[in-house]
């Protein structure tokens, strides 16, 4: 079975500045996909990035990207010029590629993230 | 374009009383329904899945159930309540390999 490791329960950053949460993750598997999903205090849970493992070039989203390390099983989420609106838990999820993608999401135990302003 | 629906938002039970909680999706034709919890201050816990009508799989034994009717509406059910049962309660849907989406989800007080 897979699993998600996020080591930072929280993480506070100044408003504009550059934030990295990290996560790892086990899998014996090839194929796979990795996603960041944004949980703001509404909890609703929002989408951020994708990754698909065969990829090698990082994915980013505008203010979002990701540093994909396959070897080492690391998945890191920098923001860059961290706004207000960025506070919210943030989750690591590993979906394997395998029995097309059936059995869901295998999610981290999430960082809370504090902006300061 | 597809939409989740989740519902009640909010829910107080006492111990031992049943259950229902209902998920509906539109826009899209044989989705994968899944029903997650997520307890105070914890991550996500996958309970149930169903890749299709009356197809359901349960990835933790424990005091709920679930249903999939009609093939865009998934059911989760307890029979009997338990203080252990109140979280958050998501249901999410894709279609493949796709992002999972997410409903708003249903927070439950069993008291």
């Known amino acids: 079975a897979q699993t998600v490791t996020q080591s930072q329960p929280e993480m506070s950053v100044q408003e504009a500045e550059t934030v990295t949460l990290s996560c790892t993750y086990d899998?014996?598997?090839?194929?796979?996909?990795l996603f960041w999903y944004k949980q703001p205090p509404s909890r609703q849970m929002i989408l951020v990035i994708r990754?698909?493992?065969?990829?090698?070039q990082n994915a980013t989203e505008n203010r979002f990207s990701v540093n994909f390390q396959k070897a080492a099983k690391s998945f890191s989420l920098k923001i860059s010029d961290s706004q207000l609106g960025d506070a919210a838990m943030y989750f690591c999820?590993?979906?394997?590629?395998?029995?097309?993608?059936?059995?869901?999401?295998?999610f981290g135990k999430g960082t809370h993230l504090i902006i300061q302003p | 374009s597809q939409t989740i629906h989740q519902w009640p938002a909010t829910l107080v039970q006492p111990v031992g009383s049943p259950l229902s909680l209902e998920c509906t999706v539109e826009?899209?034709?044989?989705?994968?329904l899944y029903w997650y919890r997520q307890a105070a201050g914890r991550g996500l816990q996958l309970l149930f899945y169903s890749v299709g009508i009356g197809q359901i799989s349960s990835e933790v034994p424990q005091n709920l159930s679930a249903s999939r009717p009609q093939d865009r509406q998934f059911i989760l059910s307890s029979k009997k309540l338990l203080l252990s049962d109140s979280g958050f309660y998501l249901c999410?849907?894709?279609?493949?390999?796709?992002?999972?989406?997410f409903g708003n989800g249903t927070r439950l007080t069993v008291t």
């Open positions: 999410a849907w894709s279609v493949g390999i796709s992002p999972l989406h």
């Open positions: 826009g899209t034709s044989n989705p994968n």
């Open positions: 999820a590993y979906r394997s590629r395998g029995g097309g993608g059936a059995d869901g999401l295998t």
């Open positions: 990754q698909e493992a065969y990829k090698q």
């Open positions: 899998t014996s598997e090839s194929d796979y996909y």
